[in-house]
Each structure stands twice: as C-alpha cells, then as structure tokens.
C-alpha cells in the first residue's frame, strides 16, 4: 500500500506564506486523485484542495479559494499546497489523502470518505 509522508508545517504569522508537501512511496503516485485536508482542534476534519491523478483539474474549498494552490508532480510522486495569506483560522494539522481505487481521469473528491489512503499530517499554526 502506498505511504503518505506530508512535511512542510510550522509557525507562520499572519499574512505569511508556507507550502506543505506529501511524498508518495509508490510510482503508481501519478494513477491516485490527491486531495488536502485539515483538521482544527474541536472540529471535524475538512476539505481544503484536490487534484485529478493527472494534475488537469483541481477542486478547493470556498475558504481557500485565491489563497491556496495545489500542484503535483508525478515524477517526483509529490503534491504540494502552496497556501498564502495565511489567517489565524486556518490553524490545523493538514493531511494529505490519495484516491487508489478510483481510476478516472478528471476525478477530484471533496469528501474524506473518498479517499481510503491518508498520511500523518503536518500542524500549521497561524498566529495573530
């Protein structure tokens, strides 16, 4: 089974930049739809951004819309989310999520329970 390992979280001010990335263990990265998650302390884990397995069309969440961007590069089996403008209310651990039973060109999923393959996640803090 694939390995998810997202690295790139910290402590970043308001306003500032950070970009988080997810490495995958396997060459079959580039047949996986990949998608961004977050989770706050007391709230459910939510949708933040997705990409269809060959990197044609994305999905992001109203809240991430013209601040986040996801990318993917599928010869170094890696999706990135570059997030800027960053609010104390996007303070979460961020997860990464792939897609490996669905094989359909232009699919990107919006919901956690579409994806059965899940990393550790990486904390984002965003202070005011």
């Known amino acids: 089974q694939v390995q998810l390992v997202e690295s790139g979280g910290g402590l970043v001010q308001a306003g500032g930049s950070l970009e988080l990335s997810c490495a995958a263990s396997r060459r079959t990265f580039g047949t996986y739809a990949m998608g961004w998650f977050r989770q706050a302390p007391g709230k459910e884990r939510e949708f933040v951004a997705g990409i269809s397995r060959g990197g044609r069309r994305t999905a992001s969440a109203d809240s991430a819309k013209g601040r986040f961007t996801i990318s993917r590069d599928n010869a170094k089996n890696t999706v990135s989310l570059q997030m800027n403008s960053l609010k104390p209310e996007d303070t979460a651990v961020y997860y990464c999520?792939?897609?490996?039973?669905?094989?359909?060109?232009?699919?990107?999923?919006?919901?956690?329970?579409?994806?059965?393959?899940w990393g550790q996640g990486t904390q984002v803090t965003v202070s005011s």
């Open positions: 999520a792939a897609n490996t039973k669905l094989i359909v060109n232009l699919w990107v999923g919006a919901r956690s329970s579409e994806y059965d393959v």
